[in-house]
């Protein structure tokens, strides 16, 4: 059985079996069109009326012998049901029909992929049979225009849609493209220009977006001879008092220099964050890799102040979850549900809930997230991965939820996306130190803890760099013996495994006070 497939928005396209086909009889277009397109039987005399005059004569019936002859010539007789009395297109024929597949797809905008979004967004502007004119057909002509209006309110509801999807899942271009072309074919439709505002706000264009207000009075004015809606002022106003930010628990004071050699990967997972494939990420790395200083510096970007809070991807809060200081499961308990239980219980704390009652908390986190947009950043969570399933819950469950997480190991969660974070890349030699990331940290860590270093202790400092793995904790462990041992004595003792393994590196906190414990909890 032959395959057809029917592009009737924009200009028509026939393709048969992959091969374009050519009508080059207006009116055998325009009966396959009418076919096509009100799926039920037609009388020959209803035809004839159709394409001519509305005078079904002998002339008008010779009309539609001759169009259906031309569509059974070029290959498309199985898609046509012809009797002495009607004909109809065969709806049971293997066809795909472009029209058909956009207004389904009304639907689905909100679980669409990418790829369909962009697939509905290329064709919200496409006219109907763009081109097509039957002369001496008016009952053909009207029933054309009312079809391509018809259709023309299904395509401005679904780009509003899709530019609601868009704005929500950051794909800011894709939605100013649309708005844009939008307003080319309806430019008094407020919808489109407040819309078109935020995307632009939102894209760090606030000149541009004022200026789309002004433009849409213009439009207005012209087009109506009305004012814009108070929704829209309301809007221009609030985009000119500035930016705000979301709430945040995210630690104050943190030094910009903390990241050295990780500006690549931040950029990275903001941008994956950013936009609509990924819900979870979780950054894997060993004990003292950077993870949470990394975690950290992603959430400080994500809840940068947008043109206005309610625009913002994370406009509920972007929230620090703790969960180094979480105990781990009970030795004597279920470890999944306690875990989970410890680590649903931590979320909520974070976000300021008070849970009551005997409702089960993940119930109750649920219903306290389920339509917010937030970023919660679950630092630490190797202990309670057993737990992870509530996190899984979590983002099926809340939209508009993102989750960073850090971690050891992988949480085992359905669609997780994984960035690996290893040692900072460490010099060859001394000779390119001061570039490598491992050397430029270390050298700010010996400076601090009161060091000195010289080019004549580069190659030291090159081995230290190598023999830590370019981890960043241990290279701040090994500059805290820097007071009482020398740079090259540093060396000797990494490479002996001696007392500088087992001992505390002088004021550093817990949960690492030696190069050892660092060490055995990376293996």
């Known amino acids: ?51 001519t005059d509305n005078v079904p004569d002998e002339p008008a019936r010779k009309l539609v012998r001759n169009a259906l002859s031309d569509l059974s010539n070029l290959g498309f007789g199985p898609f046509l049901v012809v009797s002495r009395q009607s004909v ?24 669409a992929s990418p790829a369909t979004l962009r697939w509905i967004a290329e064709r ?16 053909f002509e009207t029933w054309l225009v009312r079809e391509r209006e018809h259709l023309r309110q299904e395509q401005v509801w679904l780009a509003q849609q899709v530019l609601e999807r868009q704005l929500r899942d950051g794909r800011l271009h894709e939605g100013i493209a649309l708005a844009r072309k939008m307003l080319v074919i309806e430019p008094w439709h407020e919808q489109f220009h407040r819309v078109l505002m935020r995307l632009l706000a939102r894209d760090g264009q606030l000149t541009a977006a004022l200026a789309q207000y002004e433009r849409c009075c213009t439009e207005l004015a012209n087009e109506l001879g009305v004012e814009p809606q108070p929704e829209t002022t309301a809007l221009y106003d609030r ?33 994956t964050l950013s936009g609509g494939d990924c819900q979870l990420l979780t950054i894997v790395g060993l004990g003292g ?58 979320i909520g704390l974070a976000l300021g809930m008070v849970f009551y009652g005997k409702v089960d908390r993940l119930e109750q986190v649920l219903a306290f997230i389920r339509t917010k947009r937030l970023l919660l950043v679950l630092d630490g969570a190797e202990q309670l991965v057993q737990g992870s399933g509530a996190v899984e819950t979590i983002v099926r469950t809340a939209p508009g939820v993102r989750v960073l997480a850090t971690s050891r190991t992988p949480l085992g969660i359905a669609d ?9 890349p460490a010099p060859d030699g001394s000779a390119d130190l001061e570039q490598s990331p491992a050397g430029r940290l270390f050298l700010r860590e010996a400076r601090r803890s009161g060091a000195r270093p010289t080019v004549h202790d580069y190659p030291a400092i090159a081995r ?11 290279l701040r462990l090994v500059a805290g013996w820097l007071h009482a041992l020398s740079f090259a004595e540093v060396v000797a003792e990494l490479e002996t495994g001696g007392l500088l393994l087992a001992e505390p590196a002088p004021g550093l906190e817990r949960p690492y006070l030696s190069l050892r414990a660092l060490m055995e909890s990376a293996c």
Request: aromatic share 4%; hydrophobic share 45%.
């Open 464 to 474: 230290i760099c190598q023999l830590t793995g370019g981890l960043p904790l241990a």
């Open 289 to 346: 890799s950077g993870k949470t200083a990394l975690a950290l510096a992603v959430a400080e970007q994500l809840a940068q102040p947008a043109a206005f809070v309610d625009d913002h991807p994370f406009a509920d809060g972007v929230i620090l979850v703790n969960l180094a200081d979480v105990p781990p499961p009970e030795a004597d308990s279920v470890p999944g549900d306690d875990a989970a239980r410890r680590l649903v219980t931590a």
């Open 1 to 51: 059985m032959p395959e057809l497939s029917l592009q009737f928005l924009g200009v028509p396209e026939l393709v048969l079996d992959g091969v374009s086909v050519h009508l080059r009889r207006r009116h055998s277009l325009a009966l396959l069109a009418y076919l096509v397109l009100t799926r039920r039987a037609h009388t020959r005399e209803e035809l004839a009326a159709l394409l």
């Open 239 to 271: 985009l000119r008092s500035g930016p705000s930010a979301p709430r945040t628990n995210l630690p104050a004071g943190r030094s910009g220099d903390e990241l050295i050699g990780r500006d690549d990967a931040r950029a990275s997972i903001v941008q």
């Open 416 to 424: 997780e996306w994984l960035y690996e974070l290893g040692g900072l």
């Open 124 to 139: 919200c502007d496409q006219e109907l049979l763009a081109g097509l004119v039957v002369r001496d057909a008016p009952f």
């Open 88 to 111: 109809a297109f065969n709806v049971a024929a293997q066809h795909t029909l472009d029209v058909q597949r956009l207004t389904t797809l009304g639907t689905q905008v909100d679980t």
